[in-house]
């Protein structure tokens, strides 16, 4: 290692303010027009920004966010990347946002810390090992890695589950998905900043979008708190608060919005090396590379924007998870906290025309928002760069809502983050 990059220089640095480090990026002042803006700096926004100017030469972009690059849903989840979905249209979408986390280090030159470990989701009876392989060959028909585990096999990958025939969900086997794991949410954040920004993108904080420009029933812009800025497509990315930017823009969406809560544990030894998740107990569990047990659950299904946890949610989850691993009753919370994830009625996202002409959205991705993020940022990009759709956005348009043409995978995204 150079003397620039020494440990005795970071530390240096770090004791005088780190004055003299480069910033990855910078805040940039509004400019009067672009060619494109997006509503929403977390991943799904900054990543539509990096491939619009890296795939189709389209720069002239401001990345506009209320509060903090990724202080939104892309730093309130459990970082969960996977694409064991049911539907081929969901395959599709979500294998290719998982191809692109496999590359992603390199094509930022930013470690994300996508960490390959797997992923079980645990099945409980014969029934449901009868499910389970239903499931798993469609994944396998559409093009996803997945495999039928029977107990033992699920023994050697997780040998501290509770393996109790008496316990309350005695463990049958689990479905498997190798290519699955975890990755780093601020890394994921600041890798795409970073990009697009010496892409020539302007990434603007602090910034409200207040209302959109309207002339002649199409978008012109956005009225925001730091005034008028213009473009003719204007792409909204903004996670849980997509409703909330509907009533501004003169569209509807069929969206609620719900916090879902997420837990970290004190850090201890290496106990589990993979991410398991239980459809009966409602809960899942993995270990971060720091020891912490990063731990998750169903909604709270109480539509809420306040990005806090509560009890009754906490005392279901955890029961889950002692019922799972019963030698983590112990173990000590470090620390609790919400997101707000806007869901559709077939827990599927909505991608394409809003409704109002020069809007677009990106938005209903419920509990799956993170994992998409390459993917969701790669197809959004196309659609305001040709006006049309990617193949595999087409599917999710909001038209389907009106042809009965839905993707129910709520069974694949309605817990697992």
Same mark, same amino acid.
């Given at each position: 290692?150079?003397?620039?990059?020494?440990?005795?220089?970071?530390?240096?640095?770090?004791?005088?303010?780190?004055?003299?480090?480069?910033?990855?990026?910078?805040?940039?002042?509004?400019?009067?027009?672009?060619?494109?803006?997006?509503?929403?700096?977390?991943?799904?926004?900054?990543?539509?920004?990096?491939?619009?100017?890296?795939?189709?030469?389209?720069?002239?972009?401001?990345?506009?966010?209320?509060?903090?690059?990724?202080?939104?849903?892309?730093?309130?989840?459990?970082?969960v990347i996977r694409s064991n979905y049911f539907y081929q249209e969901s395959?599709?979408?979500?294998?290719?946002?998982?191809?692109?986390?496999?590359?992603?280090?390199?094509?930022?030159?930013?470690?994300?810390?996508?960490?390959?470990?797997?992923?079980?989701?645990?099945?409980?009876?014969?029934?449901?090992?009868?499910?389970?392989?239903?499931?798993?060959?469609?994944?396998?028909?559409?093009?996803?890695?997945?495999?039928?585990?029977?107990?033992?096999?699920?023994?050697?990958?997780?040998?501290?589950?509770?393996?109790?025939?008496?316990?309350?969900?005695?463990?049958?086997?689990?479905?498997?998905?190798?290519?699955?794991?975890?990755?780093?949410?601020?890394?994921?954040?600041?890798?795409?900043?970073?990009?697009?920004?010496?892409?020539?993108?302007?990434?603007?904080?602090?910034?409200?979008?207040?209302?959109?420009?309207?002339?002649?029933?199409?978008?012109?812009?956005?009225?925001?708190?730091?005034?008028?800025?213009?473009?003719?497509?204007?792409?909204?990315?903004?996670?849980?608060?997509?409703?909330?930017?509907?009533?501004?823009?003169?569209?509807?969406?069929?969206? *609620?919005?719900?916090?879902?809560?997420?837990?970290?544990?004190?850090?201890?030894?290496?106990?589990?090396?993979?991410?398991?998740?239980?459809?009966?107990?409602?809960?899942?569990?993995?270990?971060?590379?720091?020891?912490?047990?990063?731990?998750?659950?169903?909604?709270?299904?109480?539509?809420?924007?306040?990005?806090?946890?509560?009890?009754?949610?906490?005392?279901?989850?955890?029961?889950?998870?002692?019922?799972?691993?019963?030698?983590?009753?112990?173990?000590?919370?470090?620390?609790?906290?919400?997101?707000?994830?806007?869901?559709?009625?077939?827990?599927?996202?909505?991608?394409?025309?809003?409704?109002?002409?020069?809007?677009?959205?990106?938005?209903?991705?419920?509990?799956?928002?993170?994992?998409?993020?390459?993917?969701?940022?790669?197809?959004?990009?196309?659609?305001?760069?040709?006006?049309?759709?990617?193949?595999?956005?087409?599917?999710?348009?909001?038209?389907?809502? *009106?042809?009965?043409?839905?993707?129910?995978?709520?069974?694949?995204?309605?817990?697992?983050?």
């Open positions: 290692m150079s003397a620039k990059y020494s440990a005795l220089t970071l530390f240096k640095n770090g004791l005088c303010g780190k004055k003299s480090w480069t910033p990855a990026w910078e805040s940039s002042a509004p400019k009067s027009a672009y060619d494109v803006i997006i509503v929403g700096g977390g991943g799904h926004g900054l990543a539509t920004a990096y491939y619009l100017a890296s795939k189709h030469g389209v720069n002239r972009v401001a990345v506009i966010e209320k509060g903090w690059i990724g202080g939104g849903n892309t730093g309130r989840n459990t970082t395959t599709d979408l979500y294998d290719l946002s998982l191809r692109l986390y496999e590359g992603l280090s390199r094509e930022l030159n930013y470690n994300v810390m996508f960490s390959q470990r797997g992923m079980l989701t645990l099945l409980h009876s014969e029934p449901e090992m009868e499910m389970g392989a239903r499931a798993v060959n469609a994944m396998q028909l559409a093009g996803s890695d997945a495999e039928l585990l029977g107990r033992d096999e699920v023994c050697q990958r997780a040998p501290t589950l509770n393996f109790d025939p008496q316990a309350r969900y005695p463990i049958h086997g689990a479905a498997w998905q190798g290519r699955a794991g975890t990755g780093r949410h601020d890394a994921v954040a600041w890798g795409f900043a970073r990009a697009a920004w010496r892409k020539g993108v302007d990434i603007i904080q602090n910034c409200e979008v207040t209302g959109f420009v309207m002339e002649g029933g199409m978008c012109k812009g956005v009225e925001t708190s730091k005034g008028e800025i213009r473009a003719d497509r204007v792409g909204v990315a903004a996670a849980g608060h997509s409703s909330v930017l509907a009533k501004l823009g003169g569209y509807r969406l069929p969206i *609620q919005s719900y916090a879902l809560q997420a837990f970290v544990s004190e850090p201890i030894k290496p106990i589990v090396d993979t991410v398991v998740f239980s459809p009966a107990y409602g809960s899942y569990v993995s270990q971060s590379d720091k020891g912490g047990l990063v731990i998750g659950g169903g909604l709270d299904r109480v539509p809420s924007y306040g990005q806090r946890g509560n009890l009754p949610v906490q005392e279901t989850v955890l029961s889950g998870i002692v019922g799972m691993m019963p030698c983590l009753a112990p173990i000590k919370l470090l620390r609790q906290w919400a997101g707000i994830v806007d869901v559709t009625p077939d827990s599927s996202p909505i991608l394409g025309p809003s409704g109002t002409p020069g809007i677009y959205v990106n938005c209903g991705w419920g509990t799956g928002g993170f994992k998409a993020i390459p993917g969701g940022g790669y197809v959004f990009a196309h659609i305001l760069a040709k006006d049309e759709h990617h193949a595999y956005s087409r599917p999710f348009d909001i038209s389907r809502f *009106q042809t009965g043409r839905l993707f129910d995978e709520g069974a694949a995204s309605g817990i697992a983050h």
